[in-house]
């Protein structure tokens, strides 16, 4: 018995991955749900317009973060506002009660506007919520969904199927091929980069017609932001494989890409929420972005011009992980290539003896 329990003790120790779960997957689960468990926005951004402007942004309790205060604009602009993104709430002023127009999509501040306005009294304030009139949960998670398939597809699924690669052999098949590495990436993720296309359209129909979610944006648009981030999560994917031996190796790793993706990226706790220091996380995840364009087009009809931000950051990140992906694969073929060049010399070399 003390044999195995030391021998199982050497070869945890060995199994550097698996003591990291062990140790860092607790770590990570405290500080998220101790710092990002957290429904309820203490600030939200805050546009005022109309002739009262200055007098009704000064006027608003600290609650509501005013950032833009335009006397001249009415409700036309303030809608736009709001479509864009550019904040979370506009008080429409001009009339008694003041407008106040709150953006639905953004589901944890928009019941928090709510709760608050409803406190000032409908004879000061009228609330009218765009976007999502009824805060339907499903309104927001499903756009959320649709990126959370693409990245389960794009980094389990994919990194399972490379390993498996170079647990064949066919890795070193490969890599004696005139084929090069970004060709190789290429034609390995274009079988999942269909599949999870295919599943996108089946998640989104379905969420319209099960669930009611609205499509109001551009459809190109949609498919744009998706296919930048299916190349992003296709790249992790490989890059994961790259650093695995094994398929459990793979799955391990790719979990933990998968873990923060779902609790950091705003889809279950909203960003405004979460303490600056674990906020950060949640900007360098790619599935935080493509939230964003989706529920952006799905919900608000937003367009490519108002959703620049998020597609730039997704195509940094394009190049960035598929540049790097391809350089680590690049390594890993480089000695099948060496022992293929090798052999090609000897069997050149070779001197076939005559028949005597």
């Given at each position: 018995?003390?044999?195995?329990?030391?021998?199982?003790?050497?070869?945890?120790?060995?199994?550097?991955?698996?003591?990291?779960?062990?140790?860092?997957?607790?770590?990570?689960?405290?500080?998220?749900?101790?710092?990002?468990?957290?429904?309820?926005?203490?600030?939200?951004?805050?546009?005022?317009?109309?002739?009262?402007?200055?007098?009704?942004?000064?006027?608003?309790?600290?609650?509501?973060?005013?950032?833009?205060?335009?006397?001249?604009?009415?409700?036309?602009?303030?809608?736009?506002?709001?479509?864009?993104?550019?904040?979370?709430?506009?008080?429409?002023?001009?009339?008694?009660?003041?407008?106040?127009l709150v953006d639905g999509s953004n589901l944890f501040a928009a019941q928090s506007i709510v709760s608050v306005l409803n406190k000032v009294g409908t004879d000061k304030v009228t609330t009218e919520v765009l976007y999502n009139p009824e805060l339907k949960t499903s309104w927001v998670m499903i756009p959320a969904?649709?990126?959370?398939?693409?990245?389960?597809?794009?980094?389990?699924?994919?990194?399972?199927?490379?390993?498996?690669?170079?647990?064949?052999?066919?890795?070193?098949?490969?890599?004696?091929?005139?084929?090069?590495?970004?060709?190789?990436?290429?034609?390995?993720?274009?079988?999942?980069?269909?599949?999870?296309?295919?599943?996108?359209?089946?998640?989104?129909?379905?969420?319209?017609?099960?669930?009611?979610?609205?499509?109001?944006?551009?459809?190109?648009?949609?498919?744009?932001?998706?296919?930048?981030?299916?190349?992003?999560?296709?790249?992790?994917?490989?890059?994961?494989?790259?650093?695995?031996?094994?398929?459990?190796?793979?799955?391990?790793?790719?979990?933990?890409?998968?873990?923060?993706?779902?609790?950091?990226?705003?889809?279950?706790?909203?960003?405004?929420?979460?303490?600056?220091?674990?906020?950060?996380?949640?900007?360098?995840?790619?599935?935080?972005?493509?939230?964003?364009?989706?529920?952006?087009?799905?919900?608000?009809?937003?367009?490519?011009?108002?959703?620049?931000?998020?597609?730039?950051?997704?195509?940094?990140?394009?190049?960035?992980?598929?540049?790097?992906?391809?350089?680590?694969?690049?390594?890993?073929?480089?000695?099948?290539?060496?022992?293929?060049?090798?052999?090609?010399?000897?069997?050149?070399g070779t001197e076939v003896p005559s028949a005597s």
């Open positions: 018995m003390r044999a195995m329990i030391i021998k199982e003790f050497r070869e945890l120790r060995r199994d550097r991955r698996t003591l990291g779960m062990l140790i860092g997957l607790p770590l990570l689960l405290l500080v998220i749900f101790g710092y990002a468990a957290n429904f309820y926005v203490s600030s939200v951004k805050t546009a005022v317009v109309g002739p009262q402007a200055t007098v009704a942004a000064a006027a608003l309790p600290s609650f509501f973060d005013v950032t833009v205060v335009e006397p001249g604009d009415g409700r036309t602009d303030a809608e736009t506002l709001l479509r864009d993104n550019t904040v979370d709430v506009v008080i429409v002023t001009g009339q008694l009660p003041a407008l106040a969904i649709i990126g959370l398939i693409l990245t389960f597809i794009g980094t389990i699924v994919t990194s399972i199927g490379l390993v498996r690669e170079r647990e064949t052999g066919t890795l070193e098949q490969l890599a004696v091929m005139p084929i090069k590495p970004s060709a190789v990436i290429l034609g390995k993720i274009s079988p999942y980069f269909l599949v999870a296309s295919i599943d996108m359209v089946v998640v989104t129909v379905l969420g319209i017609l099960l669930f009611g979610v609205p499509f109001n944006g551009n459809v190109l648009v949609f498919a744009l932001g998706a296919a930048l981030f299916l190349f992003v999560v296709l790249g992790l994917g490989v890059f994961i494989s790259t650093i695995s031996q094994t398929t459990g190796q793979a799955i391990q790793t790719a979990f933990f890409f998968l873990m923060p993706q779902i609790l950091l990226s705003g889809m279950i706790f909203p960003l405004d929420a979460m303490a600056a220091g674990v906020r950060w996380i949640g900007y360098l995840l790619p599935l935080t972005y493509f939230t964003m364009i989706s529920q952006g087009v799905m919900l608000r009809g937003a367009s490519l011009t108002s959703l620049w931000l998020p597609f730039l950051v997704l195509t940094v990140m394009a190049v960035v992980v598929f540049t790097g992906a391809t350089l680590r694969f690049r390594r890993d073929l480089a000695p099948g290539r060496r022992r293929g060049a090798d052999t090609a010399e000897i069997v050149a």
